[in-house]
């Protein structure tokens, strides 16, 4: 053998070892990677659980779970209360104005506190409703939606372990955001004074002792919904007044959610903030979404006195800071046209109630006549019905209440989707809502139409 020859053999078997020896430590390095990436994971995982203050709220939420679930199903939905038709005839004709202006300050960052066009319509509009002058630069705060009017009360308001009186039945997100805060809830329900086939939502009432008992030296808040989303109430005068007295007496502050404000059939609303002694402790809640039945715009607002509005905007200016300028812009324009014709039967605030009046005693017929126990609403566009007489076979249990099992029901079966009316109240009052459901009228003819044909042929199974 030739030395080149030699030299080549020797140096291709130190290739050969060097492979097998890359080999092998590459199953090592490999061996290496693998567990040390099983410790990142195991690492990483506990830090997977809610933090200490979600952990009571968990991950479940009604709308994303019963929405679905209609999708999925393609059923009528009865359920989210949002119209399917254009109710606002003049809303995308605003939205065309702004656009046509081609302002570029629209898609630049407004004021904080609110867009300063919308800020003044809003201290304008409710300046007449409530008879005194509002300064639209500290008594207005522009939210995103009246979710964010809520999160940023109860936050700024409520220290650990302060105590909010809820009356029940209540809109889903007022207990989380409680519990978030630090807070303790104190539930007061309303109750059904009579079982009459056909009863109105002014048929519940608190009992008077249970509310009193509820306040003491720890209440920070009281949360009232008039109109009330579920039931429909409109709390009257002599009620109001009770709570403004207790409120007085315990130096307790009051968040009204108001946004249904405009939408009334049987009884006035008032406002409790009009209530004398009640301006200076009641921040008042409002929302495009319900004002102008624009749900998708996500735009609400804070009402009350600079004091108040002050430390909400705090918690505002440090989580959202501003909502978008564009929108904004757009009801303010809504609310200008309504300002200008206010007195009058055109005015969308006024009209808005004698659209919905004829939907709502239709459903009532249907459920009716479908052998459901309709509550009448006095204001909203929600109607509770006891199933009791429909839904014999359903029983809560320790997973599930039977309006759930009921609704559940219903949509695979039926395909009509509504909401549990469980949803509204908290554990230990949920056997007060477990026989109702709630249905939303505020939709258009085609689908209350078919609403209608199914209601006809409820035969449960």
């Excluded at 809520?150 to 809109?171: G, K, Q, R, V």
């Amino acid at each position: 053998m030739s030395l080149s020859s030699l030299k080549f053999v020797q140096n291709s078997f130190k290739y050969s070892q060097n492979i097998n020896g890359l080999i092998k430590n590459f199953g090592k390095y490999s061996s290496l990677v693998i567990n040390e990436r099983k410790m990142s994971e195991e690492s990483a995982s506990k830090h997977y659980d809610f933090n200490k203050k979600y952990s009571p709220i968990g991950d479940k939420n009604v709308w994303v779970e019963f929405t679905a679930l209609a999708r999925d199903y393609k059923a009528v939905n009865l359920g989210q209360g949002f119209p399917d038709y254009d109710s606002v005839k003049y809303l995308n004709e605003k939205v065309l104005e702004c656009a046509k202006e081609s302002s570029n300050i629209f898609h630049q960052y407004t004021r904080s506190p609110g867009h300063l066009r919308l800020a003044n319509a809003i201290a304008s509009c409710y300046g007449k409703l409530t008879g005194r002058e509002i300064n639209p630069l500290n008594e207005v705060l522009v939210t995103s939606g009246a979710y964010g009017s809520l999160f940023n009360a109860i936050s700024s308001f409520m220290s650990e372990n302060d105590e909010i009186i809820i009356i029940e039945p209540f809109f889903d997100c007022y207990a989380p955001m409680s519990v978030i805060a630090g807070g303790k809830c104190v539930f007061v329900p309303l109750k059904p004074k009579s079982d009459k086939d056909v009863t109105t939502s002014a048929d519940w009432s608190w009992d008077t002792n249970e509310l009193e008992s509820a306040f003491n030296s720890k209440t920070k808040l009281i949360l009232i919904n008039t109109p009330n989303n579920p039931l429909g109430k409109i709390y009257t005068r002599e009620e109001l007044q009770q709570i403004a007295d207790l409120c007085i007496k315990h130096n307790t502050l009051c968040i009204s959610d108001e946004v249904y404000e405009h939408i009334t059939y049987d009884r006035e609303h008032i406002r409790i903030s009009t209530l004398p002694g009640m301006w200076e402790r009641t921040i008042t809640v409002g929302s495009a979404g319900k004002a102008f039945s624009s749900t998708g715009a996500k735009l609400g607002w804070t009402v009350g006195p600079k004091e108040l509005i002050r430390l909400c905007q705090s918690v505002h200016n440090n989580s959202i800071y501003c909502c978008p300028t564009f929108i904004q812009e757009v009801i303010a324009r809504c609310f200008e046209l309504e300002l200008s014709r206010l007195d009058k039967d055109e005015c969308y605030f006024r009209s808005i109630s004698a659209e919905l009046k004829p939907k709502r005693d239709r459903l009532a017929k249907l459920l009716i006549d479908a052998g459901l126990k309709p509550v009448i609403p006095e204001g909203g566009y929600f109607m509770l019905a006891d199933i009791s007489k429909v839904a014999p076979k359903f029983h809560s249990d320790q997973n599930e209440c039977k309006d759930s099992k009921f609704v559940k029901y219903l949509i695979k079966e039926k395909g009509l989707a509504t909401i549990p009316n469980t949803a509204f109240y908290s554990d230990e009052h949920k056997i007060i809502g477990e026989n109702f459901i709630r249905f939303c009228f505020f939709k258009d003819e085609k689908t209350l139409e078919k609403a209608a044909e199914i209601l006809k042929n409820l035969h449960i199974d």
